[in-house]
């Protein structure tokens, strides 16, 4: 492979991400979605899906049950594996960034705002990575509209 030809694949590759990325910021940026997703899917998800006593306890105080918790449980899973799936991962940190908000009202009105600053922070993480990824969400978009 020529040098020439290397380096239009490696700008190919990084303009689909959404903005034009060095190849660094374009693993970067993957590496974060990545580790993210081993997050929610791990310590977050897991408790929630498997009905640990922590997880129920909090949902409990929450007020809505069980059933919120595997809800909860299930779209973190579903976010998870979304956001490593590249032409839904900008859609994904979306949804992630609407579940933050939630996180954080819930954190401040039942929780007196202990870990209050969590979901401030990996919003504006899952707003970063929307924002990388907004080609691959205006990809998803056109595919389902074309599919209408």
């Known amino acids: 492979m020529s040098v020439t030809a290397a380096a239009s694949s490696n700008t190919a590759a990084a303009t689909t991400s959404g903005t034009t990325l060095s190849r ?43 059933w919120f918790m595997y809800l909860t449980g299930g779209l973190e899973l579903a976010g998870a594996i979304a956001l490593v799936v590249p032409i839904l991962s900008g859609l994904s940190a979306l949804a992630f960034m609407g579940l933050m908000i939630g996180a954080f009202i819930t954190q401040v009105t039942v929780f007196d705002g ?19 990824r907004r080609n691959h969400t205006a990809e998803l978009v056109a595919l389902v509209r074309k599919r209408l």
Do not use: C, N
């Not at 970067?28 to 897991?46: G, K, N, W």
């Not at 922590?54 to 007020?63: H, N, Q, R, V, Y």
């Not at 202990?114 to 990575?129: E, H, R």
């Open 114 to 132: 202990q870990y209050a600053i969590t979901p401030v922070i990996l919003f504006v993480i899952f707003g970063g990575i929307a924002w990388v």
């Open 24 to 66: 660094r910021s374009h693993l970067a940026v993957r590496t974060l979605q990545i580790v993210l997703a081993l997050f929610m899917a791990i310590p977050s998800a897991a408790p929630k899906l498997i009905g640990h006593s922590s997880a129920a306890e909090s949902f409990d105080k929450i007020g809505f049950g069980d």
